[in-house]
């Protein structure tokens, strides 16, 4: 693993206290992404791959190894500097892409930057809206919007606060297949301006806009057709 | 990185941060109206419960001091005695009349505005009592500063001459004294009020003159019987009577009448007896004791039935914000995965019940204020309005009201508010 990769993940293991004992979600995985890298994350249901999306995200402590991002022990650090985190190197886009119902495209997409310490809010959650090409309809509703305009806004707030790294769990999910290649096509033109993708996908078609796919099942990380081996 | 630099700052524009927090605390508002009008509506029954049984007592209050003064006289100053009077119930059976340690004097109402609670001393009446000579026969003269008697005696009622301001009944004690203190100066020196018996026995009626020692008086009003001694006498202008009697500046008692409301009768008595060492100073409260011990009794279920009131609106908030935050917990998971710091997420829970506190405060106030307005009336008819006018909103009342339902919404949020800021955002957003 390269000393100089923007994320590394370093021996991680994750296991849950579930009815039957102890669950390995995750097993010793290693995993290094460098900067600019587009990579899809792709296994059978049950196969960890939200587990490690949410590791990766800072939410989701494991119960061995480290993350490290830009050089942070990301899990060193406390809830509140974790929160800290979160709000400065990570971008979400969920699989229920989980708006805000009562907030209109613009200040959903501005949701980041409310505790920030920044001028021109607004403005900013409007570029990022451009950016998906929805600066026009910026004042609606999520309810007023398409299936496929709610997936542009989930990733213009994934966006709005230069997030170095995009997390996405399964963002076509419930989209048709025109609305997905949109997607896939937004993610490839943000890993040109600079972002880390990481997209979680059980879709052969998506995976195949990403640089590198990195296959899991049973907790174990086949990296290219390469298991994690440590 | 950037992230390493401000890890550990504070934010500056905290200003402008509550702003944001606050308008998403409006926002959800907005969209949980049932939720947010329950709850508002909890605290402001409460409200609204607790501000029209303190009004009515208050009321009640003001109606037993509006009582009082109706009563009349509530402070009686006589001489001290030298022996132990030897009488029982109105019957004299010593063979020589005892005699005061000192007589009183005009001197003693001057002293009488000295004591620290003078403010309170509302009316003073002194009075010279003593017999004269009419038509052969004798008769008691009571003399009197008519207006200060007649503001004292609200209940009598004449035929003849009326006392000039009398009939100017007011709500305010205040505007009372400034009305009042014209009553009964439309009296002339030879001029004088008889009793009803007093003017039965010597055939008076008004316009009638009678003789005392000598000199002649016109009878301008004659005193419907009342059942009380002052049917039997005629009252006259006190420096006449001092004059007629031969006692100059001497006074027989004093009568005075206190606003009570905020000053205890037996505090004014000790100040009086302090200042008057050689009088005997009564405080004559036993006429609205009883009303008192029931007024003590409704104010013990007052505020035991606001407490109770209260106790439940908190427990309203309790839950609503329980039920609230547990069905928003997926937007909690998504506030802290976008970076929102636990602080941030009570400040919009907390910023929720806040606003709706205040509307319960305000809107509890209001109905409390309209429905105090149409009972008061009808519960404390005579409640004069020295501390609660119907007419006006009390600002004091209305800022505890607000005050106490925030205290009580932000308490009962508090925990709701905690738990929702210690959700794990990757089980809320069903990562795990």
Known sequence: MPDSSFVKLDNLSKSYLG?????????????????????????????GKSTLLSILGAMNPPTGGTLEVDGINVYSLGQERLADFRREYLGF??????LIPYLTAVENTMLPLVVKRI?????????????????????????????????????????????????ADEPTGNLDSENSKNIMNLFLELKKDGHIIVVVTHSLEDASYADRIVNIKDGLINDNGKESKS | MHFKTIVGVRHKDAEELEMRLILIAI??????????????????????????????????????????????????????????????????????????????????????????????????????????????????????????????????????????????????????????????????RNEVIAGAVFAKKFKLKPGSKISVNG???????????????DDNVFFMNLTKTQKILNKPR???????????????????????????????????????????????????????????????????????????????????????????????????????????SIAGGLTGYLTGFIVSKMLVPVIAPQAKGFYFN?????VVVLGISVLAAFLIGAFAALLPAVRAANKDPASALRFI
């Open chain 1, 119 to 167: 001028a021109d809010k607004r403005g900013l959650a409007l570029e990022a809206l451009a950016k998906v090409d929805l600066k026009d309809k910026a004042g609606r509703l999520p309810n007023q919007l398409s299936g496929g305009e709610q997936a542009r806004v989930a990733i213009a707030r994934a966006i709005v606060n230069s997030a170095d790294l995009i997390l």
């Open chain 1, 93 to 98: 886009v969920f699989q229920q892409l989980q």
């Open chain 2, 250 to 356: 001497q006074i027989s008692f004093i009568e005075a009448n206190a606003y009570c409301l905020d000053c205890p009768l037996p505090k004014l008595v000790r100040q009086l007896s302090k200042k008057l060492p050689y009088a005997k100073v009564l405080g004559l409260r036993a006429a609205v004791a009883q009303k008192e011990q029931t007024l003590a009794v409704f104010t013990a279920f007052s505020i035991a039935s606001s407490a109770i009131m209260l106790i439940v609106a908190a427990l309203v908030v309790f839950t609503t914000m329980t039920a609230s935050v547990k069905e928003r917990t997926r937007e909690i998971g998504i506030f802290r995965a976008v970076g929102f710091r636990k602080k941030h997420i009570i400040a919009i829970i907390m910023s929720e019940v806040v606003l709706l």
């Open chain 1, 19 to 47: 009815p039957e004992g102890s669950i390995l979600a995750l097993k010793k995985t290693c995993l290094a992404i460098e900067e600019s890298e587009f990579i899809a994350i792709m296994g059978p249901s049950g196969s």
């Open chain 2, 215 to 229: 000199l002649t008086f016109k009878v301008a009003s004659v005193l419907k019987p009342a059942g009380s001694s």
């Open chain 2, 27 to 188: 926002n959800n508002i907005e969209r949980r109206k049932t939720k947010a009008i329950i709850l508002a509506a909890g605290l402001s029954i409460a409200v609204l419960a607790t501000v029209t049984l303190f009004t009515i007592t208050v009321a009640m209050r003001e109606n037993i001091d509006g009582q009082l003064d109706e009563f009349g006289t509530n402070i009686l100053i006589i001489p001290k005695y030298k022996e132990i009077p030897l009488s029982y119930a109105g019957i004299n059976v010593s063979s020589v009349d005892s005699q005061p340690a000192k007589e009183l004097s005009v001197k003693d109402v001057s002293l009488m505005r000295t004591i620290p609670n003078r403010q309170n001393l509302n009316i003073i009446s002194p009075k010279l009592v003593g017999p004269v000579k009419i038509s052969g026969q004798t008769a008691l003269v009571v003399g009197i500063q008519f207006a200060n008697e007649l503001r004292i005696k609200t209940w009598w009622q004449y035929t003849g001459k009326q006392p000039k301001g009398k009939q100017d009944a007011v709500a305010n004690p205040r505007d009372l004294v400034k009305k009042r203190a014209v009553a009964g100066t439309n009296y002339k």
């Open chain 2, 390 to 394: 119907p007419s006006n909103i009390n």
